[in-house]
């Protein structure tokens, strides 16, 4: 049959002529994915146990969650239904979770959004960033926009009249106008035979009447049912999807899980429209620190050796040491993510969920038949006894939470409450174009001066690295700390230094006395955090962190240390500068300047009295240590007569400093031309030094200004408020154009507060 349609070339398909040709099959080798070439003569990699949609070890295509996973479910306003939906969450690794009728809503650490009723709910899990929410809250329905594609959870009461569900409808229609790619899922309580319902009511029309202007299409397929009551069963929880998002939904169904609800839960994935056909090609390089081997681990280290040479070749030996010494004592970690069951379950919850599926598929299937009402019985028994063991599972939990807390008070019960205050968790954006636009926007490009040419002079004496300033900066390692962009944690590296401490003073005296921090050392991997309250899609949203190698650190913190014994002797710092200084705090800039006020407003008013007006206006740079300048930097290193050696090292350490970061497109690099990356160790005092001419600027009348970090408060004292407001203004005139020379290009200044 197939030769003859080829042959014939076309058919007729109602009234349109459609083309006819061969299909041509294209050579696929199931050994590299590549295409071209047969297994038995590829040459490439092996990536026969890597799941084909994720490219990642350990599972397969079939189990593999690494696209989004959507449930859609009604809850029928169940406590246990709710509670078991938390362990099916955990279960399926569900992202996104469409909900009506749910029982109560969600307080933080959850991201919940609910609607004005209370009777529909999008519940976010696993830090996923909500990057659009309605500005205004709607009845009976909610949206949000996560991953780029606008998610509907709508609620439909059947006491609705047919003009309150057209209106509602002309309201979910309105709402969703040019929000592209769509999702609406819904429990619209409407009946027609084209989902698989035994009858058409009239609500159903009306539905499909409006949602067609939204060019929505419909995923309900089979008529496997949603709701399952004691009179019956039918299917009125809907999926709706935008058209051009109906080819990237995968594996649509209705769950057979049991969920204690009436209805059943209908979960599907959405494939990442960025997501290639190829295998992703960045492997995990992190270890997980829990399997480590520490006695094999320092058998490695001890056993290697590290040859004399450059800076750069000597680190990079160092570091092919330590990796291989993880790879012989450490797992790779998972790059997927690890989600616990609810603190409640057990073992008996779950058997109790099987008898529960079990008993009402027999009391579904004995529907008509005279034992009916016996399995009917069986069935409320079974709910009843999962429902009481939920509640006494929770009980106990409570109580031993409760006794943990005057056992161990900075332990769980501290964590769960500071959960609860810091609010929802969200991930990290990965869309490419606001992340780039983040980058851009918080790096600034800015153009550097003439490089600092300070070449070694004939017996110049370069103090060697001691054991004392090693092992200092070994005890300030956080072994619980994220690693760099080697993915080595940090108890590798306080092993590694007590095995072979003579190995890392070599290395870290080379680079000094040559005066070269190693290139690999200053790639940093770009963290951005959500600031609370700023909408997720604009880049000033987001604080920058940057997560340095602990090696490139350790190297850091021993500069640091040189440098403080010239910043901290007398002539170094200026005394009013309160942040990142060994014994100065915020408080202590606080009582600075109260205790200024305090003695302006001493004494009496009138005539020949001593009390006067005090002004309190404090100061904000906005972005300020990212955009601080290198050439500033280190003139100010040189004004506090820094040894030449360390200049030479500092200067390198700026150099060619590269960033790291990811987007649905893959890792990207950003050339990093000024800053004091957030993150490291150097980055605060090398704020400071260049700061302290703003500290140091010289005014008339009674001003000073006390400084935490690049917070500025600026007190000016007069006898006369308007010579005090008067002295304010030339303050501020003055301090911008201050700041104006130490930073042209990012000059914004914001003031905070202001106060006399």
Same mark, same amino acid.
């Given at each position: 049959? @197939? ?16 083309? #006819?040709?061969?299909? !041509? ?7 590299? =994915? ?14 026969? !146990? ?29 406590? +246990? ?34 609607? @004005?009723?209370?009777?529909?709910? #999008?519940?976010?899990? /696993? ?67 084209? =989902? /698989? ?34 009179? /019956? ?40 429209? /960025? +997501?290639? +056909? ?7 390089? $992190?270890?997980?620190?829990? +399997? ?11 056993? @290697? ?47 109790? $969920? ?28 079974? %709910? ?10 929770? %009980? ?63 017996? !110049? ?11 200092? @900066? ?6 619980? *700390? ?139 740079? %906005? ?9 500033? #930097? ?15 090292? #500092? ?23 000024a800053g004091v990356p957030q993150g490291s160790v150097l980055g605060p005092i090398l704020w400071n030094v260049m700061y302290d001419a703003i500290l140091r600027l010289n005014f008339d009348g009674d001003v000073r200004i006390v400084g935490f970090a690049d917070d500025i408060a600026v007190v000016a004292v007069a006898k006369h408020l308007k010579v005090t407001v008067d002295t304010e203004g030339n303050v501020m005139a003055k301090k911008t154009r ?11 200044? *914001? ?6």
């Amino acid at each position: 049959m @197939a030769a003859r349609a080829l042959k014939l070339g076309h058919t007729r398909i109602g009234w349109v002529n459609c083309r #006819i040709r061969d299909r !041509e099959e294209a050579a696929r080798c199931y050994r590299c =994915w590549s295409p071209g070439h047969v297994a038995a003569r590829c040459r490439g990699p092996d990536r026969t !146990e890597l799941c084909h949609r994720c490219g990642q070890k350990g599972h397969q295509a079939k189990d593999c969650k690494g696209q989004p996973a959507i449930l859609q479910l009604n809850l029928n306003y169940c406590e +246990t239904a709710q509670d078991l939906l938390c362990d099916t969450i955990s279960r399926l690794r569900i992202d996104v979770a469409i909900l009506c009728e749910q029982y109560k809503n969600l307080a933080p650490p959850n991201t919940w959004l609910v609607d @004005a009723d209370g009777q529909a709910a #999008i519940w976010v899990q /696993g830090g996923t960033p909500v990057q659009e929410r309605p500005a205004r809250i709607h009845p009976y329905f909610t949206w949000a926009r996560i991953g780029g594609i606008f998610f509907f959870s709508v609620y439909a009461p059947p006491r609705l009249s047919g003009i309150e569900f057209s209106a509602l409808l002309a309201n979910i229609t309105e709402e969703a106008r040019g929000k592209r790619p769509l999702v609406i899922a819904a429990d619209f309580n409407a009946w027609s035979t084209e =989902w /698989g319902c035994r009858a058409t009511r009239p609500w159903a029309p009306i539905l499909l009447d409006s949602l067609a202007l939204l060019d929505a299409v419909l995923l309900n397929t089979g008529v496997v049912p949603t709701f399952n009551g004691r009179q /019956g069963s039918s299917v009125v929880d809907l999926t709706f999807v935008s058209e051009s998002l109906a080819p990237r939904v995968l594996s649509w169904t209705v769950s057979g899980s049991y969920t204690h609800s009436d209805h059943q839960a209908i979960v599907f994935e959405i494939e990442d429209a /960025g +997501t290639s +056909t190829r295998p992703s090609m960045r492997q995990s390089c $992190r270890w997980n620190a829990r +399997t480590l081997d520490a006695d094999r681990f320092s058998a490695v280290v001890s056993g @290697a050796s590290v040859a004399p040479g450059t800076a750069e070749d000597m680190a990079s030996s160092l570091m092919d040491v330590i990796t291989g010494a993880c790879d012989a004592s450490m797992t790779k970690a998972n790059p997927r993510r690890r989600r616990e069951p609810v603190y409640w379950w057990t073992a008996e919850i779950a058997d109790l $969920r099987r008898s529960c599926l079990r008993a009402r598929r027999l009391f579904q299937r004995s529907r008509g038949r005279q034992d009916q009402e016996a399995y009917g019985a069986n069935y409320a028994s079974a %709910r009843h006894l999962l429902r009481a063991a939920i509640k006494t599972s929770k %009980r106990r939990c409570w109580r031993q939470l409760c006794d943990e807390v005057d056992s161990d008070i900075w332990g769980r019960p501290y964590r769960i409450a500071m959960s609860r205050l810091r609010g929802p968790q969200t991930g990290q954006p990965s869309s490419p174009l606001l992340v780039r636009g983040a980058v851009a926007a918080l790096f600034p490009r800015v153009p550097s001066g003439p490089a600092l040419q300070l070449p070694r002079r004939a017996g !110049e004496l370069v103090p060697a690295v001691t054991l004392e300033e090693l092992k200092g @900066a070994q005890s300030r390692i956080r072994e619980r *700390s994220a690693p760099g962009p080697d993915g080595v944690p940090n108890v590798a590296f306080k092993l590694a230094i007590a095995a072979r401490p003579d190995v890392f003073l070599r290395v870290y005296t080379t680079c000094l006395e040559t005066g070269v921090f190693p290139s690999g050392w200053k790639r940093q991997r770009l963290v951005l955090l959500p600031k609370p309250g700023k909408p997720p899609d604009e880049p000033s949203s987001y604080r920058p962190l940057c997560m340095l190698d602990t090696a490139g650190k350790i190297l850091e913190r021993i500069i640091c240390g040189r440098l403080e014994a010239f910043t901290e002797r007398p002539g170094g710092l200026s005394e009013r500068q309160y942040g990142f200084r060994k014994g100065r705090s915020t408080i202590d800039a606080i009582e600075d300047v109260i205790s200024t006020a305090r003695r302006a407003i001493a004494g009496k008013r009138w005539y020949r009295g001593t009390k006067k007006y005090c002004a309190v206006v404090t100061l904000d740079v %906005r972005n300020a240590f990212n955009s601080a300048r290198w050439d500033n #930097i280190l003139a100010a290193l040189g004004r506090l007569l820094v040894p030449e050696y360390l200049l030479r090292i #500092i200067s390198s350490y700026f150099s060619a400093r590269v960033l790291d970061f990811t987007t649905d497109e893959g890792p990207e690099s950003y050339e990093v031309t000024a800053g004091v990356p957030q993150g490291s160790v150097l980055g605060p005092i090398l704020w400071n030094v260049m700061y302290d001419a703003i500290l140091r600027l010289n005014f008339d009348g009674d001003v000073r200004i006390v400084g935490f970090a690049d917070d500025i408060a600026v007190v000016a004292v007069a006898k006369h408020l308007k010579v005090t407001v008067d002295t304010e203004g030339n303050v501020m005139a003055k301090k911008t154009r201050a700041h104006a020379l130490l930073n042209p290009v990012t000059l914004n200044i *914001s003031y905070k507060g202001r106060l006399i």
